[in-house]
Structure formats: C-alpha cells, structure tokens
C-alpha cells in the first residue's frame, strides 16, 4: 500500500504572518490583563472571532486590526458596519455552540496593534443588534 500524500498548507504572505503577529501580541497583552483566552479564530461561513476571551463574569468577542499607519483612519475605522454584524452572527453562532440558549454578558471589543507595536485595547467598540 503506498503511503498517503502529504498536504500541505498554502505559504502563509507577509501580511498574513504580520496579522499573526498582531494577534499573539493582542493575546498576551489580554492575558497580562487578567483575561482567559476561551478561544482563537473561531470561523463560521458568518464570519469570524479574532479572540474569544473571559473577563470576570464576561465573555468578549475580540478583533484584533494591524494598521501600519493612522492614514485612511487608523485601524479602529477598519471595522465598518458590515463587519460588526459578520462578527456579531459569528458571536451568536459560539455561544449558542457553547452556551446553549443561556448565555453569560457579552461585550465587542477591539485591539488595535500599530506600526510601532503599540497596542490599543477598547472595550465594549461596539454594539450589535
């Protein structure tokens, strides 16, 4: 019987290993604030959540945007309003997964990363409906 072929995950670009990068940072800076990492890159065909994390009693659904530079808004106006209702089904779609239909207080908050490294956290960004 011959062996079964090896598949391998496509080359990752540099701006996706940058996101990572984002991502991790954010994490730890969460983590070094008290916060449990529950979850990463929890994707459903919704959209996706960048961090899943518990604050206390709260559970916040965490986008994480890398901008190199403030121009065209920084990273904060990335998240227009299309993304916040992609992020707020995703959310629905993991709590109901996680939590049935009794669900702990939530909260949308973002992480910003600029070019310098500097991490922005901003709780309850925004609301959806």
Known sequence: MAPAARVSA???????????????AAA?????AGCLIV?????????????????RDTI??????MRRSA?????????????????GRAAQRWLFANYG?????????????DGNGTIDWIRDAFQCK
């Open 60 to 65: 916040a659904f965490v986008e994480v945007r």
């Open 39 to 55: 979850a990463r890159n929890a994707r459903y065909r919704d959209g996706e959540i960048d961090l899943v994390v518990r604050e």
């Open 71 to 87: 121009h065209f808004g920084g990273a904060i106006s990335s998240i227009n309003s299309s993304k916040q209702v992609r992020i």
């Open 28 to 32: 730890e800076h969460l983590v070094a």
């Open 101 to 113: 239909e009794r669900w702990p207080a939530c909260r949308f908050d973002v992480v910003t990363v």
């Open 10 to 24: 496509p080359a990752r670009t540099p701006k996706q290993l940058a996101g990572d990068g984002a991502e991790q």
